[in-house]
Structure formats: structure tokens, C-alpha cells
């Protein structure tokens, strides 16, 4: 039997304190519906480590021509990352707004082979997805909408950041009965490793989720 989900307590993994909701919330990107609208909104880039910078600017010839104009104006200013109100290094945005490395374009849903117009997308996924680099995107996005906060004794914590503009993901995790560290099942792989995955969903099951 399913336990109730106000009795489960944060869980450890490994070094890795992980909020209940991350086991116990459905959710499942819905692009048809969203359009990518979590790279536009908001007030502050995409968190980002100085090795992730790193790899960025190695690939900036690669995604630049995908750039806007402005885009490429604000990285000649001030570069692919800056520092926010919060001391957080983020992704550079565009008039406060979007990702300088969005870009619009048509997408093909996979589920039912229509097309998406206008969705907002990730020059640097994009560039992956094409076979043109070996590095994805920042693992800040990946995750999303889990957050990664680093402790100063060393643990790191995991939580589920709700947004109104995520409501259709929630509605399609629902329907699909997905739950959250399932529908992230490869990018908490890609920064955690696949031994903690498979004990965190040992942990999930035998909380009942």
C-alpha cells in the first residue's frame, strides 16, 4: 500500500539529502503545451559551475551562428556566464529575459508526430543532438525542475522547485503516473552516477512510490 505522502521524511542517499517530493510528485515535460517557456522566464540564467563555463566557451563556435544577434551582443559584453544578486554564477540572459543560448524553432512531437511552432530550444542541446559536439548542456537544466543545493558539510541537496509555467508537465506526470526522479531518471544519472540512482529507487520502493 502506497504511503501517505505528508508521512515521508526527507531521504539520504549516499551524501545526498533528497526532498520527499522529488520520490512522491508526478511530472513529464510537456513541450506542445509549454513551448520550453522555463528558458525565457525568470530573472537570472541557468546556474553553472566554472567547469561548465569552461565547456561552453569551447563550444561557442559550434552554436554561435544559432545565436540571436543579441544573444551574441551580450556575450561579447560580458561573456556566457555572469555573477547574480544571489553570488550564483548563472548563463547571461537576454533584456532580463531569455537564455542567450535559446533559439526558436519547429519541433516534432515524438508521441504524436505533430509539430510544435515556435518552441523555445537550447542551441547547445541542439548542437548535441546533431552529433556536432560531445557535451549536452548545463546539468542546472537537465535537472530542472530539481535544484541542487551544495552544503558547506558536504552533502548536497536535492529539491523539487514548483512553477506555475511547469503546470502542463504536472497534468502529463499525472495522467502518465511518472513520478519525478523517474522522468529524471538520466540526468540524475549524469550528475550522480547509476549506482546512487538504483539506491535512491530502491529507497523510493520501499517508501511505497
Known amino acids: 500500500m502506497m504511503k501517505d505522502k505528508k508521512m515521508i521524511p526527507i531521504v539520504q542517499v549516499g551524501d545526498v539529502l533528497v526532498s520527499p517530493d522529488v ?16 528558458c525565457v522566464e525568470g530573472d537570472a540564467g541557468a546556474p553553472v559551475s566554472l567547469d561548465e563555463i569552461g ?19 551580450v556575450v561579447d559584453r560580458q561573456g556566457v556566464a555572469y555573477t547574480d544578486r544571489d553570488g550564483d554564477l548563472v548563463t547571461s540572459i ?7 543560448f535559446t533559439c526558436y524553432d519547429d519541433l516534432t512531437d515524438n508521441e504524436t508526430g505533430e509539430t510544435i511552432r515556435g518552441c ?12 556536432k559536439t560531445h557535451w549536452c548542456k548545463p546539468i542546472s537544466c537537465a535537472l530542472y525542475p530539481i535544484r541542487v543545493k551544495e552544503f ?8 523539487y522547485n514548483r512553477w506555475a509555467v511547469c503546470s502542463e508537465a504536472v497534468k502529463k506526470g499525472n495522467k502518465l503516473q511518472l513520478p519525478l526522479y523517474r522522468f ?13 540512482y538504483d539506491e535512491l529507487c530502491q529507497v523510493a520502493s520501499e517508501l511505497g512510490f
Open 23 to 38: 520520490l512522491t510528485e508526478n511530472f513529464c515535460c510537456d513541450l506542445s503545451a509549454c513551448k520550453g517557456i522555463c
Open 55 to 73: 565547456e561552453i566557451e569551447a563550444l561557442l563556435d559550434v552554436v554561435w551562428t544559432d545565436m540571436s544577434a543579441s544573444a551574441q551582443a
Open 94 to 100: 537576454v533584456n532580463g529575459k531569455d537564455c542567450v
Open 120 to 131: 523555445c530550444l537550447c542551441t547547445l542541446e541542439k548542437a548535441y543532438r546533431a552529433g
Open 152 to 159: 558547506s558539510n558536504g552533502l548536497t541537496g536535492l529539491n
Open 184 to 196: 529524471l531518471r538520466g540526468p540524475l544519472i549524469r550528475r550522480f552516477g547509476e549506482q546512487w
